[in-house]
């Protein structure tokens, strides 16, 4: 197999305030956990307040990919950021609900307008509260 | 392979070596395309690949890896996508335990297979400490 596919970076697109992903690859566990932290330096580096995650080709999310997604909302909310999960297929929510995996704090949008809505809503609020 | 489901009359649809993370993602992509070989509906094509994804993961961090026999054949009335993992690594001491939903071993994961079993229509497990594991996971068409 060819090692320069297994290193290849998933990109990370800065727009306005929000970070966009879009996972257009199966992920091996290496390449999820090092998506995991490039999206926390990119959230360091850019002060960026929301990051939204595309898995509409992902074909299936197992535990590692669950917790690495779970785990990273965590993160990156200790780090003042909201992720929001998007266009997750059908036939992969059903099969993610079926294993039992639960997601604490991650957020989840039909599609990325309506997460970048959802990131823009949250902004909002939290500038009315302060 | 004493307890195992039979395996008369099934025909091999390949066998795989897994032994790095890389061979995870390759093999579960193989099994896929099994099930979409036999018309299986997106749903159980992601439940099946799932599940073996969670077995493939056990074998590579528990086991060092092991082999994997994809095969299809008649299991209870139904044309069915069998997979088989087969490792020699340290073995399930108490199955019951590791079948329970919350359990976690010491690598702070949990082992996935009640979570693999409610994915498929047939989970066989047998494991003797310190020879190795066999998981078979059986789905429908």
């Known amino acids: 197999m060819n090692t320069a596919m297994h290193d290849k970076r998933i990109p ?47 074909e299936m999310v197992d535990s590692f990919i669950g917790r690495m997604l779970s785990g990273m909302a965590s993160m990156a909310s200790i780090m003042d950021a909201a992720v929001v999960i998007v266009g997750m297929q059908p036939a992969v929510a059903i ?36 | 392979m004493l307890g195992l489901t039979s395996d008369k009359g099934w025909d091999e649809l390949g066998k795989h070596f897994l032994e790095t993370e890389y061979d995870i993602v390759r093999v579960r992509q193989v099994v896929r395309n099994h099930a979409k070989e036999l018309n299986m509906g997106i749903v159980d094509q992601t439940r099946i690949t799932t599940a073996v994804s969670e077995l493939f993961r056990n074998m590579y961090n528990y086991a060092g890896g092991g082999d994997v026999l994809v095969e299809t054949g008649i299991v209870d009335g139904h044309q ?32 996935g297979l009640p979570g693999a ?16 594991t066999v998981v078979r996971v059986i789905k429908w068409k």
């Open chain 2, 80 to 111: 069915s996508l069998i997979v088989t993992c087969i490792d020699h690594g340290p073995g399930i001491a108490d199955i019951d335990q590791a079948m329970s939903d919350g359990y976690t071993s010491g690598m702070g994961m949990g082992y």
């Open chain 1, 12 to 58: 990370i697109i800065k727009i306005k305030n929000f970070l966009i992903v879009s996972i257009q690859v199966d992920m091996h566990d290496r390449l999820a956990l090092q998506l995991q932290s490039q999206i926390l330096e990119e959230i360091e580096k850019t002060g960026a307040k929301g990051v939204l995650i595309d898995i509409s080709v992902l």
């Open chain 2, 117 to 132: 079993k409610r994915l498929v229509d047939r989970f066989e497990i047998q494991s003797k400490v310190n020879e190795g």
């Open chain 1, 95 to 130: 099969t993610l609900v079926e294993l039992g995996l639960e997601m604490p704090g991650v957020d989840t949008a039909l599609n990325m307008e309506k997460g970048m809505e959802m990131l823009e809503r949250r902004l909002r609020n939290q500038e009315f509260e302060l």
